[in-house]
């Protein structure tokens, strides 16, 4: 992120906003924002587990074949997966471009 908010002030790849970033924040500068990003995650894959679950499950039921069945549980669980995890990517974005601003 630093390397896009900071393009025009003079950085000339991702080697130079990693030295940069260690030189002012550290080496642990490296891993702003990933607090969220591991929430996120965590909170991502366990609705895609539970939704693709009760929607094989569901579609079962519904007398869709074992194929169709995995395909909408897939679909939905997707669907799960980054509504859930979306809102804490940006606000990982968010920290780590307000970093460097």
Aim: proline share 3%; hydrophobic share 45%; net charge positive.
């Amino acid at each position: 992120v630093r390397l896009q908010v900071t393009a025009r002030k003079g950085l000339s790849g991702p080697l130079a906003a990693i030295k940069k970033t260690i030189a002012s924040k550290g080496f642990t500068g490296l891993y702003t924002g990933a607090t969220p990003i591991i929430l996120g995650t965590s909170i991502g894959y366990t609705f895609r587990f539970i939704v693709y679950d009760r929607a094989v499950q569901l579609s079962k039921e519904a007398g869709l074949s074992s194929t169709w069945a995995i395909i909408i549980g897939g679909g939905f669980a997707g669907m799960a997966t980054w509504a859930s995890h979306y809102p804490l990517d940006l606000v990982s974005a968010r920290m780590q471009a307000s970093t460097y601003r």
